[in-house]
């Protein structure tokens, strides 16, 4: 049997089957028809493939090394600066200007301490110039809160001084209604807080509540802490006055031991009731040994 040889067609690329003695012959391809030369399987490849493909590849370009390139490669890289930024800036009054935008108004130092915590500074300068006008020369204002309501052109307000609490209720035509109590007739001072603002409540020692409402929280805060401060003082103020109202009441002693001025022979019942009532205050821890023994030397003495 005859040896079979294969090759690939030149132009269609389908594989062709021929006698190995037909090798060099000129045959047609059985599927394109195209006359070829009839080359066997030890042919190079190249031959075997289609035209377009036969291109032999391009070699790499061959660089000869060059000294230098060492000798940079051991030279120290310098890390490259970073960019240097621009300056930030703050925007100044021309600067707004040109942007139309308006600059924040400067505020006086005395108003300042009244608008830190988001009062609206014209109403709080108005507050300001109708207090000072009404306080004593040495009145002093502490605090002021103003009610958000962002409807109304002329919120309610609390101020509060050294001496008072002051609430300001905003009538019709600019007319404005003032309250004032007295720390000293201030029972209790609380706040109540809701979902958006919070409410003050001043309770008087004959029993009226005075309250504002709709105070951003951190004002009404502010209020209250103040508040506390000032019925501590008050509280202390009533009690050594009560301690002072009951030594005159038992005869006239007082903290320094003074004796008082010596009376004139009194009943012998209405001895007894300042006997009683000098001991009662020793007890209560209102006058000390000393002036119990003393005051009660000079009560009998007048016997």
Known sequence: ?????????????????????????????????????????????????????????????????????????????????????????????????VANVPPTPAVDSKLARFVSEG??????????????KICTDSETPEYIAVQHLPSIASPDAIVLTDRRVIIFRSKALGRVN???????????????????????????RNGHTEKIDHLPKEQARSVYR????????????????????????????????????????APSNDLTARLTQLKAMLDADLISQEEFDAKKADILSSL
């Open 178 to 204: 003032m309250v004032d109590v007295p720390w000293l007739d201030v029972s209790d001072i609380h706040i109540s807080e809701g979902i958006v603002g919070a409410t003050i409540h001043v309770t008087g």
């Open 119 to 132: 009062q609206p500074i014209k109403t709080v300068g108005k507050l300001l110039t109708r207090v000072e």
């Open 226 to 265: 103040v508040g506390q401060e000032r019925e501590e003082i008050m509280r202390e103020y009533r009690r050594t006055r009560k301690m002072e109202e009951d030594r005159n009441a038992a005869g006239g002693v007082v903290v320094n031991n003074a004796v008082a001025a010596p009376t004139s022979a």
């Open 1 to 97: 049997m005859a040896e079979i040889s294969r090759m690939v067609c030149k132009k269609c690329g389908k594989g062709i089957k021929f006698p190995t003695d037909k090798t060099g012959a000129v045959a047609k391809c059985p599927n394109c028809k195209t006359a070829q030369k009839l080359v066997g399987a030890s042919v190079a490849k190249t031959e075997l493939l289609p035209p377009e493909a036969r291109k032999p590849p391009a070699s790499a370009p061959t660089t000869t090394p060059n000294p230098e390139d060492n000798a940079v490669s051991k030279v120290q890289t310098v890390p490259a600066k970073p960019p240097v930024l621009p300056a930030i800036t703050t925007p100044t009054a021309e600067a707004s200007t």
